[in-house]
């Protein structure tokens, strides 16, 4: 039986979707292979650790009363949790506060969403301490959380993704009209987008110069890179996820959200009674399958899977597209898809149990094959060179 800790919650303003994603994650683990050991990262960055973290209610009551904090130790070859512990004293012995194991991790399964969870600082974390996780690599988990960076990459590779220009929060403090003059030869409309949040968190969408201002402001306050892009007429959104790694990938079936007019908000995706996952029900039903045709559902599948491997990723990960009269056009991937994106899968037959056992194989793989890599170099160069000389 394998220890599975998983890892939700965090600093980050997804993070109560990313507890609901750990909950789901939680429940649906094969218990006949894995334990799952849930490890809670509060808003302020405490790790804890408890059996009441694998129950809803404790978010709901806000009572950790039960928890435990808990951390790794800074040694690549301890891949144990501990946390510190009252003992009381015996006839030998005193008492006091003693480091204990609280559990041995055979696989780090990352369930945060947005900052500090899906843009390569767990990845590196786990990196750093030789800790096997699902999911994207560090340089991957970041290239896919930067709009700019992804939006990149994609044009590097081929695909097609819409016109956009990028600022940084001190050019539109100190150079705002050069900031205007741009963005109005991008042409309105636009959206504003901080670069690297999710869950349409920041995003609005501006119709003319006159809007811009308090866009600009809402997006600054979340990041310092802004990205801005002209928007899309008229789209269709699709979505498409793929599962894989490497050149070895597959696509899900395609989804279509129903019911919303120029942005699906945070509202639109988790805060309508859904319970089976996103967009299971509510205000904004999704078609899964989508309505297309057999040309635009193979256009979709391979531009998903040549997104997914454009950016070198692992496990799962949603794309998401705009399909306009003039084009389809690849708007972004997440990484890490809330509730894992399981509701894309059980209409090609795979359970979100069968999901998770293939994110955590393919997890098991790149570890594997990232230990491959020699990370040290005998050079012996104190032995050529003094201290204070010229490298």
């Avoid at 998983?6 to 750990?22: L, Y």
């Amino acid at each position: 039986m394998k220890n599975i800790a998983v890892f939700f919650g965090g600093r980050s303003v997804e993070h109560e979707v990313s507890v609901i994603t750990g909950m789901q994650v939680i429940e649906n683990l094969d218990k006949s292979q894995y334990k799952a050991i849930p490890v809670y990262i509060t808003k302020e960055g405490k790790f804890l650790g408890g059996e009441v973290l694998a129950d809803f209610k404790t978010f709901k009551s806000g009572d950790f009363s039960e928890t435990e904090e808990v951390y790794f130790k800074a040694d690549p070859s301890d891949n144990r949790l501990y946390t510190m512990r009252e003992e009381k004293g015996g006839l030998f012995s005193k008492g006091g506060v003693r480091e204990a194991v609280f559990a041995e991790v055979h696989m780090a399964f990352v369930a945060l969403h947005g900052t500090f969870g899906e843009d390569g600082s767990i990845q590196g974390f786990f990196d750093t301490l030789n800790i096997p996780y699902i999911g994207c690599s560090t340089l991957s988990a970041a290239v896919g959380m930067d709009k700019k960076m992804m939006k990149d990459v994609f044009i590097a590779h081929g695909l097609p993704v819409l016109e956009a220009e990028c600022f940084f929060r001190g050019e539109w403090e100190e150079a705002r009209e050069q900031v205007e003059e741009k963005i109005a030869a991008l042409g309105y409309p636009v959206f504003v987008k901080p670069a690297n949040l999710g869950s349409s968190i920041g995003i609005t969408k501006v119709k003319e110069a006159a809007e811009l201002a308090d866009a600009m402001e809402l997006a600054c306050s979340y990041d310092r890179k802004i990205l801005v892009e002209k928007a899309a007429e008229n789209p269709r959104e699709i979505n498409c996820a793929v599962l894989g790694y490497g050149k070895d990938v597959k696509t899900s079936a395609l989804e279509e959200p129903m019911g919303w007019k120029e942005l699906l908000t945070f509202e639109d995706k988790y805060v309508s009674g859904n319970k089976k996952g996103p967009a299971a029900k509510g205000e904004n039903p999704r078609n899964c399958p989508a309505p297309v045709d057999d040309a635009l559902k193979a256009e979709i599948e391979s531009l998903a899977a040549r997104a997914f491997m454009a950016i070198d990723a692992c496990g799962t990960a949603r794309i998401d597209f705009l399909v306009t009269e003039s084009g389809t056009f690849v708007n972004e991937i997440n990484t890490l898809p809330g509730s894992m994106g399981f509701y894309l899968w059980e209409p090609v037959g795979i359970s979100f149990t069968e999901l998770l056992n293939e994110v955590i194989a393919l997890g098991e793989w790149r570890f594997a094959d990232k230990n491959r890599n020699m990370y040290v170099y005998d050079a012996h160069l104190f032995e050529k060179t003094g201290y204070g000389s010229k490298l």
